[in-house]
């Protein structure tokens, strides 16, 4: 695993972000206010992890989690040790070739009005060229993720597609935000976003049908119905369905941690670098979720993030590090809002058509 997997950070004294336009050289906590009261929604909200679950609870969760099938064997290979970082375009395609179902599939998509291509793709190799290993490797992390998801109602499939169209939108954020901040390798961090997402369609996979809606709320009120429901959360669910998949443990920590960044006590053992990745996984994650839903539009800014709710409170403090002094320019720059308007009259019409 590349050194830029991370994990969140544990934040101090918390502060909302604001909407103020600010200079690339002035500190963006310059131009923050004051800090405010922990949120009574979070003050009463705790991580709940596996090892405080009784042993039949656990043991029945685990037997669930068993159930959900592994994904081929090209999954592993295109996320497991220095793969995310090193591996080449051509062996992107053989990778993704070595399953003819999913190489179809991403043929399919990025043909799709999502990605507005003026002339149509035909092979893999192709549409590396066009759209970038980037957008390629986390179109087949999902779509490799989806075959070991099988909704067994309408419902749940529609659950699952608002999720994995949360993922794209999410991904493609991260890595033009990670270039605009000069953020080491894009591509990782933009993959590790999309992995991000294995514990919430685990957790609507596993979720009672009179549940699964609480998939489209944010982050605070999902963790807390499912923390109710299953004993533990997304973010717990990713690290045990990974570590059953045999998955990297490196891998398995990084993912699973990121949504650990809800959290006041989540780990602060890692270094300065390794926290400022997992927080802009994080933060494209829950814009991702918000742009998907219509919750925030574009063009984006600052404000986006400043009312975009609870889940964003412990963020703010590793915002304030000096990694992301170029956030407010980097969310209003003309081409990243471009190119997320283009995504969502994509989304939009492949949901119509």
Request: charge should be negative.
């Amino acid at each position: 695993m590349n050194k830029t997997a991370e994990m969140p950070v544990q934040p101090s004294m918390q502060q909302p972000l604001s909407s103020p336009t600010v200079s690339s050289a002035e500190p963006l906590a310059s131009v923050l206010p004051d800090p405010r009261p922990v949120p009574e929604a979070l003050q009463t909200l705790k991580l709940q992890t596996a090892d405080v679950l009784d042993g039949a609870t656990l043991q029945s969760l685990m037997d669930r989690i068993s159930n959900i099938p592994r994904p081929p064997r090209s999954f592993v290979k295109m996320v497991s040790g220095n793969a995310l970082a090193t591996a080449t375009s051509d062996e992107l395609a053989d990778l993704v070739m070595s399953e003819p179902l999913i190489a179809a599939k991403v043929i399919a998509r990025v043909n799709a009005p999502l990605y507005g291509l003026s002339k149509p793709v035909v092979n893999v190799g192709q549409a590396i060229t066009f759209l970038g290993m980037n957008n390629v490797r986390a179109i087949c992390v999902q779509y490799l993720l989806e075959e070991s998801f099988k909704a067994d109602i309408p419902q749940r499939q529609a659950i699952f597609d608002d999720i994995w169209t949360s993922s794209a939108l999410a991904s493609d954020l991260c890595f033009r935000l990670a270039q605009k901040l000069n953020l080491p390798n894009p591509g990782v961090l933009s993959t590790l976003t999309v992995l991000s997402y294995i514990g919430h369609i685990a957790a609507a996979y596993l979720l009672p049908a009179n549940e699964i809606e609480v998939s489209k709320a944010d982050l605070v009120e999902r963790v807390r119905v499912e923390q109710a429901s299953l004993g533990i959360a997304a973010g717990e669910i990713s690290r045990l369905l990974m570590l059953a998949w045999a998955l990297p443990d490196e891998l398995v920590q990084t993912v699973s941690g990121i949504d650990r960044m809800l959290f006041a006590d989540a780990d602060q053992s890692l270094d300065s670098h390794r926290m400022d990745s997992a927080a802009l996984c994080y933060l494209s994650a829950r814009l991702g979720e918000r742009l998907a839903h219509g919750d925030i539009a574009v063009p984006l800014g600052m404000e986006a993030v400043d009312a975009a709710g609870d889940d964003f409170f412990h963020l703010a403090p590793r915002l304030r590090s000096a990694a992301f002094i170029k956030l407010p320019e980097a969310l209003q720059a003309k081409d990243l809002n471009l190119a997320v308007e283009t995504m969502l009259e994509g989304v939009s019409g492949s949901a119509h058509s």
